[in-house]
C-alpha cells in the first residue's frame, strides 16, 4: 500500500507521518517512510535551486518539473514492496500542484506510482506562509493559494481524503488515523 500526503508548506506532513508510521506499526504492520525531493543529488539541487528568487517563472518552474520527475524515478523501485506499507512525504501530486503547465507535468510522470490513499493536509494559506521557514521561493500567499486550489481540483481525481490540517497536532494525528482505518481494515470507532 502507498499512501501519499500532500498538502501545501507548513502543513505538518511530516509529524502526523512519523505519529501514522507508529501507531500503524502498533497494529503490527510494517512502515517504510519516503520524502520527495529525496536525498539524491538530484533532490540536492532541487532545493539549492528553490531558493533562487526566479523559482516561480516558467522557465524555472519547467526545469523544477523535470528534476522533480527524475528524482521520483530514485524511489520507484522500492515500491514494488508489497510486504510493507509506504507513507511518502509529497509524491508527483506535488508536481501537478506547484508546477506547470499541467500537460507537461502529466508527460513527465507518466511512470511515477499512483498513490492507492492521498491524503491532503488542507492548511490556510495564511497559517502556511507564518510557519513557513523563509528560506523557499515558493512560500509567499499568492503562489500558495494558487497551490492550494490546485490540490482541492487535483485529489478528486485519486481516492482520497481531505484533513483539516488548521487544528492541533493531536486532533490532525487522530483525524487521519480515522481516516486511514478503513483502507486497512482498522475500527476507525476504536480511535480517541
Ligand atoms: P518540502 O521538503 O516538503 O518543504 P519544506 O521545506 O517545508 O520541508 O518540499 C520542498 C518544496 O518543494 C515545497 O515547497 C514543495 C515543492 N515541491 C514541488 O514544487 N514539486 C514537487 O514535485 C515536490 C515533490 C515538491
Redesign the pocket.
Given at each position: 500500500m502507498y499512501i501519499v500526503f500532500e498538502g501545501i508548506?507548513?502543513a505538518g506532513k511530516s509529524t502526523q507521518i512519523q505519529l501514522l508510521k507508529e501507531w500503524l506499526e502498533a497494529n503490527g504492520f510494517r512502515v517504510e517512510t519516503l520524502v520527495?525531493?529525496t536525498d539524491s543529488k538530484v533532490g540536492n539541487l532541487i532545493r539549492e535551486i528553490?531558493q533562487h528568487p526566479d523559482a516561480t517563472t516558467d522557465r524555472v518552474q519547467k526545469t523544477?518539473g523535470l528534476l522533480?520527475a527524475a528524482d521520483r524515478m530514485f524511489i520507484m523501485d522500492k515500491l514494488e514492496d508489497e510486504s510493507k506499507i509506504f507513507i511518502s512525504?509529497?509524491s508527483?501530486i506535488?508536481?501537478l500542484a506547484?508546477?506547470e503547465p499541467a500537460e507537461w507535468i502529466e508527460v513527465l510522470n507518466k511512470y511515477a506510482k499512483k498513490p492507492d490513499l492521498l491524503l491532503l493536509l488542507d492548511l490556510d494559506v495564511k497559517k502556511s506562509v507564518a510557519r513557513a521557514?523563509g528560506e523557499?521561493t515558493?512560500e509567499n500567499e499568492e503562489f500558495l493559494t494558487k497551490v492550494k486550489d490546485n490540490y482541492l481540483r487535483i485529489v478528486e481525481n485519486y481516492t482520497h481524503e481531505i484533513i483539516d490540517a488548521n487544528n492541533g497536532v493531536n486532533k490532525v494525528s487522530s483525524d487521519i488515523k480515522k481516516a486511514v482505518a478503513p483502507y486497512l481494515g482498522l475500527c476507525p470507532d476504536c480511535i480517541r
Open positions: 508548506d507548513g520527495e525531493p528553490l523544477l522533480f512525504d509529497r508527483f506535488s508536481s506547484y508546477q521557514s523557499d515558493f
